[in-house]
């Protein structure tokens, strides 16, 4: 089973630049599609980006974050990067990262359990 571990979150000013890495453990963790997700106090979590498991896979944006956001993925590093850019207080959110599945046009999670998430505070 894939265990996987965020890291990179911080405090940044109103337009500055984070990279997130997501770490995974366990020997199905390249051929899995993985999704960065947020969650802001009081809303529910929501997608943020999603890369395939193979080189020219498809990449998935939400449209608050297309065109500042890039995700990535290494897969003899077991990771996935998400470099945040232009960074704006509504980003302000624990940003997590899970194994995904296509599904109705979108990813899903394909498990009910989280991790701890990385913390990203921007201030105006």
């Known amino acids: 089973q894939v265990r996987l571990v965020e890291s990179g979150g911080g405090l940044v000013q109103t337009g500055g630049s984070l990279r997130l890495s997501c770490v995974g453990s366990?020997?199905?963790?390249?051929?899995?599609?993985v999704g960065w997700y947020r969650q802001a106090p009081g809303k529910q979590r929501e997608l943020v980006a999603a890369i395939g498991s193979g080189t020219g896979d498809r990449i998935k944006y939400a449209d608050s974050v297309k065109g500042r956001f890039t995700i990535s993925r290494d897969n003899a590093e077991r990771s996935v990067y998400l470099k945040m850019n232009a960074l704006k207080p509504e980003d302000t959110a624990v940003y997590y990262c899970?194994?995904?599945?296509?599904?109705?046009?979108?990813?899903?999670?394909?498990?009910?359990?989280w991790g701890q998430g990385t913390l990203v505070t921007v201030s105006s």
């Open positions: 899970q194994t995904v599945v296509p599904a109705g046009g979108t990813v899903v999670p394909t498990r009910r359990s």
């Open positions: 366990g020997n199905t963790f390249g051929p899995s599609a």
